[in-house]
């Protein structure tokens, strides 16, 4: 079970590539580092945005399953916000 992790710094105007997609099931921790109130994560496909999907709260951690060849986007809500992204590949 290879586990990676990375710190992501989003942008508000294009989605960032966070977790690409691969042959095997992906468990994906993912943490929104900003302690601010009203700053925003967004997470979903390529199209994500603030308009159309879910979001991380300021602190909040979320615990999604991808399944093979299913990727993840992000956007932030404002600019430059940080995103916490750990990945345990299934083998």
Known sequence: MPITHNLYTL???SATLVVAPN?????VYLHNATKSSNEYIYIGTQTVGTANS???DPGE?????LGPGDDLWA??????LKLGVMVVKQD
Do not use: A, E, F
Request: aromatic share 0%; net charge negative; proline share 9%.
């Open 23 to 27: 042959t095997q099931p992906q468990q």
């Open 61 to 65: 951690s979320l615990t999604v399953q």
């Open 75 to 80: 956007i932030s809500d404002p600019n430059g």
């Open 54 to 56: 879910i979001h991380l």
């Open 11 to 13: 942008s508000s105007g």
